[in-house]
C-alpha cells in the first residue's frame, strides 16, 4: 500500500480524485476539478494506472499526524504533499515529514516529496523551500530514497510524473 501524507489543505484528496480520472476520462479540456472535503480519518482509493491493474493508496487526513506512525509499517511507497502557498504551514510540515523519515517503521521504503499548488500566485520560491525545508540535508542524510517534484493537483501540471513515480515503486505487500 502507498501511503500519502502532508498537513490539513496540501490538496491530497484532490490529488487522489485527478489521479483517479486520469486514465478513465476521455474529455479531459473540460474536466470539472472535483469538489472536495478535509479528509478526517483515512481515504482508502484504488488506482487503476498504466500496465498493474490496481494500486491502492491511503490518504490520512492531516489532522491524524500524530498517529501517522500507525501506518507506516505496512506502507511499500510514500508521498509527502507540501503546500507551496502557505508559508506558514512550511516549518511544521518539514518537522512531520523529518518525523515521519526517521521512523524506523519505514525502512528504506521509497518517497515522494510532492510540492503542490505551484499555480497559485502566493507561492514560495524554489530556493525558499529549499532554504526553510533544508532539502538537500534531507534527501542526503535519509536513508529512503527522496525524489522531489512540484505539481498543481488543480490544473493537472505534473500529475503524469506521479504516475511514474508509482508505477517505478509501488510493490504491493
Known amino acids: 500500500m502507498c501511503l500519502l501524507l502532508g498537513a490539513s489543505g496540501v490538496g491530497k484528496t484532490l490529488l487522489l480524485k485527478k489521479l483517479q480520472a486520469i486514465h478513465s476520462s476521455a474529455d479531459k479540456e473540460n474536466e470539472e476539478v472535483p469538489a472536495t472535503i478535509p479528509t478526517v480519518g483515512t481515504n482508502l482509493v484504488n488506482l487503476s494506472i498504466g500496465r498493474k491493474s490496481e494500486l491502492t493508496v491511503r490518504e490520512l487526513g492531516g489532522c491524524m499526524g500524530p498517529i501517522w506512525f500507525n501506518y507506516l509499517k505496512d506502507c511499500s511507497c510514500l508521498m509527502y504533499m507540501v503546500d507551496l502557498s502557505n508559508s506558514l504551514q512550511i516549518s511544521g510540515s518539514c518537522i512531520?515529514?523529518?518525523?515521519?523519515?526517521?521512523?524506523?517503521?519505514?525502512?528504506?521504503?521509497?518517497?515522494?516529496?510532492?510540492?503542490?499548488?505551484?499555480?497559485?500566485?502566493?507561492?514560495?520560491?524554489?530556493?525558499?523551500?529549499?532554504?526553510?525545508?533544508?532539502?538537500?540535508?534531507?534527501?542526503?542524510?535519509?536513508?529512503q530514497k527522496v525524489t522531489v517534484i512540484e505539481i498543481s493537483a488543480f490544473s493537472g501540471q505534473g500529475l503524469q510524473t506521479i504516475v511514474d513515480w508509482l508505477l517505478q515503486n509501488y510493490n504491493a505487500k
Do not use: A, Y
Request: charged share 20%; net charge negative.
Open 96 to 143: 512531520q515529514l523529518l518525523t515521519v523519515l526517521s521512523n524506523q517503521s519505514l525502512g528504506d521504503v521509497p518517497v515522494l516529496l510532492i510540492f503542490n499548488k505551484i499555480d497559485m500566485p502566493t507561492i514560495m520560491t524554489r530556493s525558499e523551500v529549499e532554504s526553510l525545508f533544508r532539502l538537500d540535508e534531507i534527501i542526503s542524510h535519509s536513508k
